[in-house]
């Protein structure tokens, strides 16, 4: 089964979160810190400048990179309703990726975790897949995968 959802279907499931939580400051100041643009790759600034031993060689390809250093467990800053915070956080991404106009495309994954749910993101390479999208009943875990355009 590959399920879908449009912008639409995904404002109503968005506004439903929206009207009984609001995003944890410690997850909006993450955002708020904006993307940077290193060696072809869009990082949160926040998280990049955490990551100073990590290196793009470490890596095989950049998507690799992005998503290793793009990859926020939300349980680390919140702790209740850690879903609701997932969502509210890669909302807040989403509008911030809106604004780049960078004309790329940002792939947004947002994965259920042992304590609680990941995000990660890239920006869209081909032939360089983080999850391949037909093979998501495959996970044992949640996961929602996001195409974002800027």
Known sequence: MNNVLNNKMYAIFLNKIVLKHKINSALRA???????????????KS?????????????IDLTGFECFINSIHIDDYAEIDLFEQAILFADELIKLW??????????????ETDFGFNVKFHTFRKGQDWIVEDELEKFEEAIIVMSIYS
Do not use: A
């Open 47 to 59: 998280l990049y400048n955490k990551q100073t031993h990590i290196k793009e060689s470490d890596f």
């Open 30 to 44: 993450i955002v708020e810190s904006g993307f940077i643009l290193h060696n072809g790759c869009y990082f949160l």
């Open 98 to 111: 809106k604004n780049q106009k960078s004309g790329l495309v940002l792939k947004l994954i947002l994965s």
